[in-house]
């Protein structure tokens, strides 16, 4: 897919003191505000429970609209009574529904587990290794598809989910709302070894400091590289300014 970014035509204007910020120096700031989230949180991960790509793959799509502990507590029962993409395919819906009941949504995400578990199962009952195989799915977004092909294969993936999508815009990397265009902007600031991890230390920071609601940012250890965009102006300071 080509997607045009947001990073090559149209910059951020962070308040930097400068007019506006090249794309190299976005670059350079963003790798020092990746070291500064690498030393913060090095061990940061996926917090999904997982065993393989297609126990991540269930676990991802439960994870819609509900907090990764809750789907932490459905997830082992399930992956013990149905351990296989053939075996969710044949589940009876009921039985599925009621045991994922506690996730939210339960109707539609056992649709969705039981027909990615079908398209898988008449594959052979591997979960495909890239974006194009795992989207041709059905019911396997973007975001879902990068989140297993980043943690559980180990391919350069960036995911944009609710809190990578705020901090890129916090911290002036894109300018965009489409995730694909966040996500293709974020792609273009740092080398492909570091996108994985890097958002995942982000989620990681937007759940532990940079929240939707109330931003730490006097102890934030971005605060010197980040502008702030869109951030009112009770939770930022003056004191410091990105470099
Ligand atoms: S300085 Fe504030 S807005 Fe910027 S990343 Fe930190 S908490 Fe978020």
Not at 1 to 17: I, L, N
Not at 76 to 93: G, I, N, Q, V
């Amino acid at each position: 897919m080509t997607v045009r970014t947001g990073a090559d035509r149209r910059p951020p204007r962070p308040r930097t003191g400068r007019a506006v910020e090249s794309l190299a120096e976005r670059r350079a700031r963003a790798r020092r505000v990746a070291r500064a989230l690498a030393d913060a949180y090095p061990d940061a991960w996926c917090a999904l429970r997982h065993e393989n790509a297609w126990q991540l793959l269930v676990a991802t799509i439960l994870s819609a609209q509900c907090t990764d502990e809750r789907v932490n507590m459905v997830t082992p029962a399930l992956f013990a009574r149905y351990p296989t993409p053939a075996a969710m395919a044949a589940a009876p819906a009921a039985e599925l529904e009621s045991m994922i009941r506690s996730t939210g949504f339960f109707r539609q995400k056992t649709k969705a587990l039981k027909s990615v578990a079908a398209a898988i199962a008449a594959q052979g009952g591997e979960v495909p290794r890239d974006m194009d195989a795992l989207v041709a799915l059905g019911g396997v977004g973007r975001k879902t598809a990068n989140v297993v092909l980043g943690t559980a294969y180990g391919v350069p993936s960036i995911m944009v989910d609710t809190h990578v999508r705020r901090l890129a815009s916090r911290l002036g990397f894109t300018r965009e709302d489409d995730p694909v265009k966040i996500e293709m902007d974020l792609r273009a600031l740092l080398p492909p070894a570091e996108w994985t991890h890097f958002s995942h230390r982000l989620i990681h920071h937007g759940r532990r400091i940079c929240t939707a609601r109330a931003p730490r940012c006097p102890e934030c250890p971005l605060l010197r590289r980040c502008p702030q965009i869109g951030v009112p102006a009770r939770f930022t300071t003056a004191a410091r300014r990105p470099s």
